[in-house]
């Protein structure tokens, strides 16, 4: 349940991952969209020094995320790893997504 704290905060927090600065309220608005569970998911992308979750620091690594936020929940999805594997993985990820449904 929750939507985690939003589409911002979720954005600036995977982001930061990476090593990237911080978007704006209005620069989340320029970010793509694509359909999935029904309505729009923000696509975040980005690339850089990965350093999450205790781990070591890893160089050249790139994620791609999405965000659906729904009436009573929120789907966060993400793909994160080597940046050429990321980049490979493209494809199936959108593949996946636009495939979800919601279970009522």
């Known amino acids: 349940g ?3 704290g939003g589409r ?5 927090r995977w982001l930061g991952e990476l090593g990237v600065d911080p978007i704006s309220k209005e620069q989340l608005g320029d970010l793509p969209v694509i359909k999935m569970l029904g309505g ?4 975040i992308e980005g690339e850089g020094t990965y350093s999450s979750m205790g781990g070591p620091p890893q160089d050249g690594w790139a994620l791609i995320g999405l965000i659906r ?5 929120a789907v966060f999805i993400k ?3 080597p940046a050429q594997e990321v980049e490979a993985g493209r494809d199936s990820l ?11």
């Open 94 to 104: 959108m593949e996946l997504v636009s495939s979800l449904e919601v279970a009522r």
């Open 40 to 43: 729009d998911a923000t696509v």
């Open 79 to 81: 793909l994160v790893g």
């Open 8 to 12: 911002l905060a979720n954005t600036n």
């Open 69 to 73: 936020l729904l009436p009573d929940r």
């Open 2 to 4: 929750g939507d985690g």
